[in-house]
């Protein structure tokens, strides 16, 4: 009887320990998603911080606007990085679930705050470009400020839904931790 109760112990031990390994593969999957999805934002937001002061003083804006407008894409690109950074450490053969769950919650958390953080960017920035377009191109400027209009609606329903799918993919890698 003792034999077998070893015996089944150690079965039912081996038994977690596989269910423990195809868990954290499962995981590392999704993980691997988001931390891509984390270096893709990082790159684009240096690469565009890059070009936009660029053919912001091509189209004859101020070099106050362009110098503005690539310090609030690099903030935004640096912000990715820092949200991000924790976790692109990360070794799933030896992490600790509860200190992944902490790092996922803070990055939910950063996630679901940064819409305060890039209205108080956007909003003001906005302005600032239909002032500068204004002063620049005079009577037609109505026409590029309803296409910068239609550029911004576009950009924000993108960004609106990158944003939902990160906070989603921390949700769901809550749920299987």
């Known amino acids: 009887m003792k034999q077998q109760m070893a015996l089944l112990k150690k079965k039912l031990d081996e038994q977690s320990i596989l269910n423990e390994k195809v868990l954290r593969s499962v995981m590392k999957k999704n993980f691997y998603s988001l931390n891509k ?8 937001g240096v690469l565009v911080a890059c070009w936009a002061p660029g053919y912001f003083s091509y189209l004859g804006l101020s070099s106050w606007f362009c110098a503005a407008t690539m310090i609030m894409l690099l903030f935004c690109a640096f912000k990715t990085f820092q949200y991000h ?5 990360i ?3 030896e992490s600790n679930l509860i200190e992944l769950s902490e790092k996922l919650t803070l990055l939910r958390k950063r996630y679901q705050e940064w819409y305060k953080i890039a209205m108080c960017m956007i909003i003001p920035w906005f302005i600032w470009l239909a002032i500068e377009i204004y002063f620049v191109c005079g009577e037609e400027s109505l026409y590029i400020l309803g296409g910068c209009l239609v550029g911004g ?3 924000g329903l993108a960004g609106t ?5 990160m906070i989603s993919r921390t949700d769901e890698l809550l749920e299987q931790i």
């Open 153 to 155: 609606i576009i950009g």
């Open 85 to 89: 950074r924790n976790l692109w450490k």
């Open 91 to 93: 070794d799933f053969s």
């Open 161 to 165: 839904r990158i944003n939902k799918n």
């Open 37 to 44: 999805r984390g270096r893709m934002l990082f790159v684009l």
